[in-house]
C-alpha cells in the first residue's frame, strides 16, 4: 500500500511537471514569434527591455488564463497592431508580402528559361 501511494505521489509530480513544460514551450514559441517593439530586429524571446519583460509576463498570464497561441496572438495584435507579429496572417493588407517572393522565384526563372533556352 505505502509503495502504491509513492508511485501515485511520484506520477502526479512527474505530470505536473509535464504540463509546466508544455506551458512553458508554449511561452516561448510565442515569443519568439513577437516583435520587439523596442529593439530593432529582435523578437520578444530574445530581448531583454522592459517591453519584452512585461509582454513575457502578460503572455505567462494570458496561458494561465486558458488561452490558446491564436487568442493571444490576436489579444496583442488588437493591442499593438500587426507590426507586432513576426508572421502576418494573409489578409488584403499582406498579400504583397506574401506574394512577393514568389512573384521574385518566377520573374528569376523566366530570365534564366530566356537566356540560355530561348535562343533567337
Known amino acids: 500500500m505505502r509503495l502504491l501511494k509513492i508511485f501515485f505521489m511520484i506520477s502526479i509530480i512527474l505530470n505536473f511537471t509535464l504540463l509546466k513544460a508544455d506551458e512553458i514551450k508554449t511561452e516561448n514559441q510565442i515569443a519568439k514569434n513577437l516583435r520587439c517593439l523596442i529593439c530593432q530586429g529582435q523578437s520578444v524571446y530574445d530581448s531583454d527591455s522592459e517591453f519584452a519583460l512585461s509582454l513575457k509576463l502578460v503572455i505567462k498570464d494570458k496561458i ?3 488561452m490558446n497561441e491564436k487568442q493571444i496572438y490576436s489579444f496583442l495584435e488588437q493591442k499593438y497592431g500587426e507590426w507586432i507579429l513576426y508572421d502576418p496572417i494573409f489578409n488584403r493588407n499582406t498579400y ?3 506574394l512577393l517572393p ?3 522565384f518566377l520573374a528569376g526563372g523566366a530570365i ?3 537566356k540560355f533556352y530561348i535562343k533567337k
Open 112 to 114: 534564366i528559361i530566356k
Open 102 to 104: 514568389l512573384l521574385i
Open 64 to 66: 494561465n488564463e486558458g
Open 96 to 98: 504583397f508580402l506574401w
